[in-house]
């Protein structure tokens, strides 16, 4: 089946910067791609070329097979991330001018259901809270009944509770069958939304992937994590003098990478090191982009 | 060009302007305010100078009456004489002589007229002949008036087309609008259209409110004014298209806009009488859609002038506005 969206050897240059060089890739219909990459790695401006927002130095992007153009913009649905919308300008009224832009459209009360908008309809868009802003915005990219939507960093912002929320429309959304381009820098939201997910660095292509076999095939081990104090940090150092173990430090915790936990464990109460507070967490995209890239999601 | 969407674009541009009360409030008390001005300053026996115009006075270089003290006497030439004499019939001169003729023109409705004869009598010129016109005073407000009215549309054009389409292209208006179906030309023609008929309405307005409280002159075609300030907006509104077209900041296009309404509002005529400034700084004048505007409305409203004497004004605006408004298009980026 051919991919909704096709991405070939895509550069995008500003003055002595390489902000996207030469990444391809595929978005099959239906799913929902990740684009995750510290800040600066790219992939807004990458989802910007896609979106036909920004032009490509190189490269091409094919829509359905074909070069982005007037069937692309009829069908694509786009949420940036910060989007200004016209001042004195109703949430129903927003909604109305983006829908008469469109050739085919939503049935708006339905989008409105959707995003949960009725009972803000009648306010003035400059007076809505950050969340309620986003249900709008993702409510205007919806208007066109949209084969494609891109969601460029939704949830940036928002407090956890209304965060969670947003995915939960998200998810509504990819029941619809509907494919979605989504960029984060917050991996839970892409190991939660997220059919497939690209990790971008330095406007390249690091991994790309299902969250599951990426991890599986970067990591076979779980992370050990105890409470960080003096005396154990001593003990952990000579253990890992003596080759027994590697630890890092991660905030108020140390942690230990190990495919054996019995044995490191069983090491650990050998070692007389009080295993109280100690946690085992499977590893995760943060992880996996620290072992990739040599930094965190958030720098 | 799809109606629809140029519709759309129109009617969220005009819901933008009307509902900012303070914006509206402005563009409408702004004008009222500096022509109620400019009539309360100007009322009155405040000027205590006479004024006479004198055609030839070397021929009768000897009279007695040139010699009295607070009358101005302005040389007119020849050539300028039936000009003079309908700045008698508008009490713009309290009275033109002719010297050599021997011959005077008054306003029979002037006071300042009347006591002139009296004193030109006393004074040696007991042999000039009278000769009487009639014609209503005209004000320095109603001289004043058309150029206010253009004025208020140059800032109204110039600063709600070219400052807020700045404003949409910093805060990503422009960039949402770009990821849809919508093109240029329809955004343009939208931005276009909407500022020109609210500037035509608040012109319209602030129009009939000054002349009820003023009542001030109106000898021309009515449908010839509306012609000439619906040109010059268009010229005005199209000369914004082109500050909006690429500037990100709106500190520069407040910049550039400065720069383009700050020496037409002072050399375009609104204020004084371009008369008697350097013939270059004239010529400069005419490159300013300001000075057409309020040559031609001035032209109707005080001297009733025909479509066919405002010609070559409307025509130097039409010329304008293709300019600006093909300039403005073809140099349009979204972002």
Redesign the interface.
């Known amino acids: 089946m051919l991919p909704i969206l096709q991405v070939k050897q895509l550069h995008k240059q500003f003055k002595r910067l390489k902000a996207v060089n030469g990444v391809s890739f595929e978005v099959p219909e239906g799913i929902c791609l990740g684009l995750l990459g510290p800040n600066g790695a790219g992939k807004t401006t990458t989802v910007e070329m896609l ?3 920004k032009t490509p130095d190189k490269g091409a992007i094919l829509y359905r097979g074909k070069p982005l153009g ?1 069937e692309f ?2 069908k ?1 649905g ?1 949420m ?1 991330q ?8 109703t949430v129903q ?1 927003s909604l ?3 829908q ?4 085919d459209v939503s049935d708006l009360q339905q989008v409105i259901q959707d995003c949960a908008l009725g009972d803000f309809l009648d306010q003035d868009t400059a007076s809505l809270s950050g969340g309620q802003r986003q249900r709008v915005l993702l409510a ?1 990219a919806m208007v ?1 009944d949209p084969d494609i939507i891109f969601l460029d960093e939704p949830t940036t912002g928002l407090d956890p509770q209304a965060r969670h929320n947003f995915w939960r429309l998200i998810e509504k959304i990819k029941q619809q069958n509907k494919t979605i381009v989504l960029t984060t820098h917050y991996m839970d939201e892409a190991y939660r939304l997220c059919d497939e997910i690209i990790i971008m660095d330095h406007g390249k292509i690091i991994a790309e992937g299902t969250p599951g076999d990426l991890l599986s095939k970067h990591f076979n081990d779980v992370v050990i994590q105890i409470p960080v104090s003096v005396s154990l940090e001593t003990i952990l150092g000579l253990l890992e003098g003596q080759g027994k173990l590697s630890f890092s430090r991660n905030q108020d915790r140390f942690e230990i990478c190990t495919s054996d936990v019995n044995q490191t464990v069983k090491l650990l109460l050998e070692a007389n090191i009080s295993l109280s507070g100690l946690q085992i967490r499977e590893r995760t995209l943060d992880d996996l982009f620290l072992e990739l890239t040599g930094k965190g999601l958030r720098q | 060009m799809r109606w ?2 140029f ?3 129109l ?3 005009d ?2 302007f009307l ?2 009360r303070s914006a509206l409030a402005w563009n409408i008390i702004f004008p009222l305010l500096i022509i109620l001005g400019f009539a309360f300053a100007f009322t009155g026996d405040q000027v205590n100078q006479y004024k006479i115009g004198v055609i030839e006075q070397h021929e009768d270089a000897l009279l007695t009456f040139y010699t009295t003290d607070y009358i101005q006497f302005i040389p007119i030439e020849e050539s300028e004489k039936v000009l003079a004499i309908d700045k008698v019939k508008r009490h713009q001169l309290d009275m033109l002589l002719d010297a050599r003729l021997k011959r005077y023109w008054m306003n029979d409705s002037s006071p300042s007229g009347y006591m002139l004869e009296k004193v030109l009598a006393g004074s040696g010129g007991e042999a000039y002949q009278k000769q009487l016109v009639q014609g209503e005073q005209i004000r320095y407000v109603d001289w004043l008036i058309p150029g206010v009215l253009g004025m208020n549309m140059m800032f109204s054009a110039l600063f709600g087309v070219g400052y807020v389409v700045v404003r ?1 292209r910093k ?3 422009l ?8 093109n240029a030309l329809e955004f343009l023609s939208a931005q276009v259209v909407s500022r020109l008929w609210l500037i035509m309405a608040i012109t319209s307005g602030v129009f009939i409110g000054c002349n009820l409280l003023i009542n001030f002159a109106m000898h021309g075609s009515y449908l010839n004014l509306f012609l000439v300030y619906v040109l010059g907006a268009f010229s005005m509104v199209s000369m914004g298209l082109i500050v909006a077209a690429r500037v990100k900041s709106e500190e520069m296009a407040g910049g550039l806009l400065n720069m383009l309404s700050w020496p037409m509002m002072f050399l375009s005529g609104v204020w004084f009488s371009l008369e008697g400034l350097h013939p270059w700084i004239q010529k400069l004048a005419l490159v300013f859609p300001l000075t057409h505007i309020t040559q031609a409305a001035r032209g109707i409203m005080l001297d009733g002038a025909s479509l066919s004497a405002i010609l070559p004004n409307l025509v130097a605006l039409l010329v304008m506005s293709i300019i600006f408004l093909l300039l403005g298009v073809l140099l349009f980026r979204w ?1």
């Open positions: 979106e036909g927002i007037d913009k009829n694509a786009i940036f910060s989007t200004a919308l016209q001042d004195f300008i009224e109305e001018l983006f008469c832009l469109y050739p205007i066109n | 629809q969407r519709v759309s674009i009617r969220a541009r819901r933008e509902r900012d949409y805060n990503g208006v960039k949402r609008l770009k990821a849809t179906p919508l972002e």
